[in-house]
């Protein structure tokens, strides 16, 4: 069964993702992109997992740094990731404090500084392995900012 790029990418998009800003500072500039594809790797040691298009500056970033932050949003900061995914919208300008060896979103509902172990080839894409090294969660964290059938979505209570 041969599948195609945007059936794949429809069917994967069905699971739903918590959104992310990734941040690493190199050549004296704070890069940062939005990502989804962050995931706990281990408890023993800290590890998680991103993956950055190789194409996208980011890649040459996050590699050069040694180092990245994810910061988590709240579901009232879709600008916040429509802006580092380079989409057009309200202007935002971010603001970052240190965090770890690193830099988090100043106003974001949580975040995990981490040094990268590995990068392993992911086909277009480079796979960060990466060891936490510091933690910061907000004390009113709020709701988180989802995405789901390529679309930012927010928790709803169930009934």
């Given at each position: 069964?041969?599948?195609?790029?945007?059936?794949?990418?429809?069917?994967?998009?069905?699971?739903?993702?918590?959104?992310?800003?990734?941040?690493?500072?190199?050549?004296?500039?704070?890069?940062?992109?939005?990502?989804?594809?962050?995931?706990?790797v281990?408890?023993?040691?800290?590890?998680?997992?991103?993956?950055?298009?190789?194409?996208?500056?980011?890649?040459?970033?996050?590699?050069?740094?040694?180092?990245?932050?994810?910061?988590?949003?709240?579901?009232?900061?879709?600008?916040?990731?429509?802006?580092?995914?380079?989409?057009?919208?309200?202007?935002?300008?971010?603001?970052?404090?240190?965090?770890?060896?690193t830099q988090?979103?100043?106003?974001?509902?949580?975040?995990?500084?981490?040094?990268?172990?590995?990068?392993?080839?992911?086909?277009?894409?480079?796979?960060?392995?990466?060891?936490?090294?510091a933690?910061?969660?907000?004390?009113?964290?709020?709701?988180?900012?989802?995405?789901?059938?390529?679309?930012?979505?927010?928790?709803?209570?169930?009934?």
């Amino acid at each position: 069964m041969e599948i195609d790029e945007r059936t794949y990418r429809n069917t994967i998009g069905l699971f739903a993702t918590g959104v992310t800003v990734v941040s690493a500072a190199a050549g004296g500039t704070i890069h940062g992109m939005t990502a989804n594809s962050v995931t706990s790797v281990s408890l023993n040691p800290l590890l998680l997992l991103i993956c950055v298009d190789r194409r996208a500056n980011m890649a040459g970033a996050i590699t050069e740094a040694g180092r990245f932050a994810v910061s988590i949003l709240r579901d009232d900061q879709e600008p916040v990731s429509r802006r580092f995914a380079g989409q057009r919208g309200p202007s935002v300008t971010p603001a970052f404090v240190p965090l770890g060896s690193t830099q988090r979103l100043e106003d974001c509902m949580a975040a995990l500084a981490c040094v990268t172990e590995q990068v392993i080839d992911g086909g277009d894409h480079i796979i960060l392995l990466a060891r936490v090294e510091a933690l910061w969660a907000s004390e009113e964290a709020g709701d988180p900012l989802l995405y789901f059938a390529g679309q930012y979505r927010r928790i709803a209570p169930m009934l």
